[in-house]
């Protein structure tokens, strides 16, 4: 059965305009206010609403909040508005919106926008499903304790690389990034376990858990458009703005996966990190303003992973300098950009990083030929 969207808005003409772009492809609901858009997104369970903001009887902020509390699965939201400041997007995403369209939009964007959403549904009814699966077959696959860690391990594997996979297809040069990073994430967590203000704080499962969860730092990149995605020079105040939301998107998107499951400790840390991989140690960083060890450490982690792979792989806007450079931007950034513990283990596990760069390098990045 072909995945149900839910149209809303009070104005017949924008109904007609949203029935033109979707209707030959999806099965569509209407409705023209908050309320019933509620009541059929409760007694028809779409896979995703489109949903204006100024309607009488109930708001799309007020009706988005409360779909938002319907039982698994929840319909993915996009709300479309007049309405562009960063002001009103934050309202819409603290309503618990998955993304957020200005009027007039481009049709193009708008499926996009739009298959993206509905991929993350079909991952969400496809981990259900597996889940269910798992369950079915628990006496048959799980025989010892030990077997059952395994596949519960496997399984989580599987499905970071699946979903992390989703934002690093959109970018044809990340190659073997999301293998790098869980690799120097791990590896500077294993020395911060022993050396450090944090080794009381890491354990084991803190460190599988960074190496499982790391890769799935961009999955909120599935929701920015190409045109800024892959745009070869800087971007604009306006792009960037937009740019930065890819934080919440995924932080949004992990946690309806979290909602899904049970591995709460491990989408727990995803979430964590897909959601404060930019803050800064000084509180400059984005989306929250987090400072110092309000951060949490897994982000911290991360970012300096991510900083590192990214100044020594080739992009679209920049080549790529080499290890050694990218080692004294990173130093040079302690106590602004990243935690300084972290940055001592980064250069504690320097010999290490660039081996597995140099293992894993794909064809993306030219380690050592540009500075």
């Given at each position: 059965m072909d995945p149900t969207i839910l149209i809303v808005d009070d104005d017949p003409i924008n109904l007609s305009i949203l029935e033109e772009i979707l209707g030959e492809r999806f099965p569509l609901l209407r409705a023209e206010d908050g309320a019933e858009a509620v009541a059929l997104a409760e007694s028809h369970r779409p896979w995703l609403?489109?949903?204006?903001?100024?309607?009488?009887t109930m708001n799309g902020y007020d009706a988005c909040a409360k779909i938002k509390?319907?039982?698994?699965?929840?319909?993915?939201?996009?709300?479309?508005?007049?309405?562009?400041?960063?002001?009103?997007?934050l309202v819409g995403y603290r309503a618990g919106a998955d993304d957020y369209m200005v009027k007039?939009?481009?049709?193009?964007?708008?499926?996009a926008k739009v298959r993206v959403q509905l991929r993350?549904?079909?991952?969400?009814?496809?981990?259900?499903?597996?889940?269910?699966?798992?369950?079915?077959?628990?006496?048959?696959?799980?025989?010892?304790?030990?077997?059952?860690?395994?596949?519960l391990t496997d399984s989580r594997d599987l499905i970071v690389f699946a979903l992390a996979n989703l934002a690093d297809s959109r970018d044809p040069e990340t190659g073997e990034h999301l293998e790098r990073i869980r690799l120097y994430c791990r590896r500077m967590a294993e020395h911060l376990s022993a050396h450090g203000p944090y080794a009381d704080a890491i354990n084991d499962?803190?460190?599988?858990?960074?190496y499982l969860a790391s890769p799935l730092h961009d999955i909120g990149k599935v929701g920015i458009p190409d045109a800024i995605l892959l745009k070869p020079g800087r971007l604009t105040d306006r792009e960037f703005g937009l740019?930065?939301?890819?934080?919440?998107?995924?932080?949004?998107?992990?946690?309806?996966?979290?909602?899904q499951g049970e591995s709460g400790g491990f989408l727990a840390m995803a979430t964590d990190i897909a959601r404060s991989h930019h803050e800064r140690w000084d509180g400059s960083g984005y989306p929250d303003g987090?400072?110092?060890?309000a951060i949490p450490l897994s982000a911290r982690i991360a970012a300096v992973a991510d900083v590192f792979d990214a100044l020594t792989s080739v992009r679209v806007y920049k080549d790529a300098f080499t290890a050694e450079v990218a080692r004294?931007?990173?130093?040079?950034?302690?106590?602004?950009?990243?935690?300084?513990?972290?940055v001592e283990a980064f250069g504690a596990c320097f010999e290490d990083l660039v081996r597995y760069r140099t293992e894993n390098n794909g064809d993306d990045g030219r380690l050592g030929e540009a500075a």
């Open positions: 609403v489109l949903m204006d903001i100024m309607m009488p509390t319907l039982p698994e699965p929840r319909p993915q939201v996009i709300l479309i508005s007049a309405k562009a400041s960063t002001s009103e997007r007039p939009f481009e049709e193009d964007e708008l499926a993350l549904m079909t991952a969400l009814h496809d981990l259900a499903e597996a889940r269910g699966t798992l369950a079915r077959d628990n006496d048959a696959l799980c025989q010892t304790v030990a077997e059952q860690d395994r596949q499962a803190f460190i599988q858990q960074v740019m930065k939301q890819h934080a919440l998107i995924g932080a949004r998107a992990l946690e309806n996966v979290s909602r987090l400072a110092g060890e004294s931007m990173i130093v040079e950034e302690s106590g602004k950009h990243f935690d300084p513990a972290v």
